[in-house]
């Protein structure tokens, strides 16, 4: 199996649990595994490409905007990058508000954003499989 | 909120020129950003102001921006401006990572609020977007 190929199945299993965690009226985690579908698919794009993929996640996000940037998907990437890396740790870790107010990610996320997201990370796994 | 929040800032998207020559990741995402969100701002924001993420890395590949309004999701006030940003992002290559911050009513309270968030002193930051500055005369 080749490096694209490898981080291409993380991507789609990743999708799947997602889907299950979804299923299961675990939206903050099914938002995380999208988070994690959509860096890997990141990876593919970088090893079809023969980029070394970074380890800090927000290099990774980076090169794979600016790898995605010259296809017709590439805004699409952008936005969706921005708005999971925004929630990643939100998805993981409680947090605290003025007046003591504690906010859980099961609550931050509403299942119909998870969905969406799941959908538009889908999509972007469609849109690239020609080119990984 | 704008003109508290000004005291505190390194450049505000209003009244200061923004560095060309020599500007930093942040400040180029800053003046890309403030472009977009003249005219993109979801209507809930009242104000954002930008800030680079660690004082000592000068490369960084991402920069904080600290949202206030009147919005009650935050998951939502993300999304939208995911979109509103997505070609500063494209442009600038630095990630803004995005941080609405809730019941904030005051430029000092969201000052506050951001120098314990960011356990960063905002004089380095930009207001990217102001509410009440884009209604002014």
Redesign the interface.
């Known amino acids: 199996m080749s490096l694209n190929e490898a981080y291409r199945e993380i991507a789609i299993r990743a999708l799947d649990a997602a889907h299950a965690a979804l299923a299961a009226r675990r939206q903050e985690k099914a938002t995380f595994l999208a988070y994690h579908a959509f860096e890997s698919l990141g990876g593919a794009l970088s090893a079809t490409k023969a980029q070394p993929y970074p380890l800090k996640h927000q290099r990774k996000l980076n090169q794979f905007v600016a790898l995605a940037q010259p296809y017709k998907f590439g805004r699409a990437v952008a936005a969706l990058a921005i708005t999971l890396a925004s929630l990643r740790n939100r998805c993981l870790y409680p947090e605290e508000h003025p007046g003591g107010v504690v906010t859980v990610p099961k609550d931050v996320v509403p299942e119909s954003l998870a969905r969406s997201l799941l959908s538009r990370v889908g999509g972007i796994a469609r849109s690239l499989s020609p080119y990984i | 909120m704008y003109e508290d929040l000004k005291r505190f800032v390194e450049y505000n998207a209003y009244e200061d020129h923004f560095p060309r020559a020599g500007a930093t990741e942040y400040q180029v995402l800053g003046r890309l950003a403030c472009d977009r969100l003249r005219t993109e701002a979801p209507s809930t924001v009242s104000a954002a102001l930008l800030l680079p993420a660690r004082r000592w890395e000068m490369r960084s590949?991402?920069a904080h921006l600290f949202v206030f309004g009147s919005f009650r999701?935050?998951?939502?006030v993300?999304?939208e401006?995911?979109?509103a940003?997505?070609?500063a992002?494209?442009e600038s290559?630095?990630?803004?990572?995005?941080?609405p911050l809730?019941?904030i009513r005051t430029g000092q309270e969201a000052v506050d609020?951001v120098r314990n968030a960011a356990r960063f002193p905002p004089e380095r930051g930009i207001i990217v977007y102001a509410e009440d500055a884009r209604r002014r005369p």
């Open positions: 590949p991402f999701s935050i998951s939502r993300i999304t401006l995911g979109w940003l997505a070609v992002y494209q290559g630095t990630l803004p990572l995005i941080s809730l019941g609020r």
